[in-house]
């Protein structure tokens, strides 16, 4: 079967600091036309700071479009042309006041592609040394040390509910455990 969505035109709808929105016409593979609505994001990267006995760093900050205060991993929009793993250093000093000498990339997401076309580069970071965090001026953030167990704790309750910050712990915590990742 073919799954193939042609681009018939394409409608810029909103040109954002963060993010555009486009409205794409479609054709099916079918025939038929369709509509898709399209954010398109630069991408961001994602850090699992991981200190050498096993501790994970965590940034809190409040979430304006799910009036929530939420704990997540570091990350930040990449900025155009910007390598990931530069980026990843950047907000992980920006946002911990950590920096590393050792980045691992482990997973490439896509979180809502559905809608979006966002991609995210997670990396672990290793071999921290502490610093001054100095978070970008529309940032209200802190940032929180945890043992790995803990975080795993507060993904299962439903404390954590950050996709990113899900999948970034999940996945490094299994490497850890099946010996694919060395601290």
């Keep these: 079967m073919n799954y193939y969505e042609k681009t018939t035109r394409t409608e810029p709808i909103h040109k954002g600091f963060i993010f555009d929105i486009e409205r794409l016409t479609i054709e099916l593979p079918n025939g038929k036309t369709a509509y898709r609505d399209v954010i398109r994001h630069s991408g961001a990267s994602v850090v699992v700071p991981i200190t050498e006995d096993g501790h994970v760093i965590l940034v809190k900050q409040y979430r304006k479009p799910i009036e929530e205060v939420s704990l997540e991993l570091p990350a930040g929009k990449l900025d155009e042309g910007e390598d990931p793993v530069r980026c990843a250093a950047r907000e992980l000093k920006e946002e911990t006041g950590y920096n590393a000498d050792r980045f ?72 850890l455990k099946t010996g694919g990742l060395k601290l």
Excluded at 124 to 145: C, H, M, R, W, Y
Excluded at 156 to 172: C, E, N, Q, W, Y
């Design 104 to 175: 691992i990339k482990i997973l490439t997401l896509y979180p809502a592609p559905a809608y979006s076309d966002e991609v995210l580069h997670v990396f672990v970071a290793t071999n921290l040394s502490k610093g001054e965090a100095s978070p970008d001026e529309d940032e209200v953030i802190q940032a929180f040390k945890y043992k790995l167990d803990d975080v795993i704790k507060m993904i299962h309750d439903g404390t954590i509910k950050d996709s990113k910050t899900v999948s970034g712990i999940l996945f490094a915590d299994r490497l």
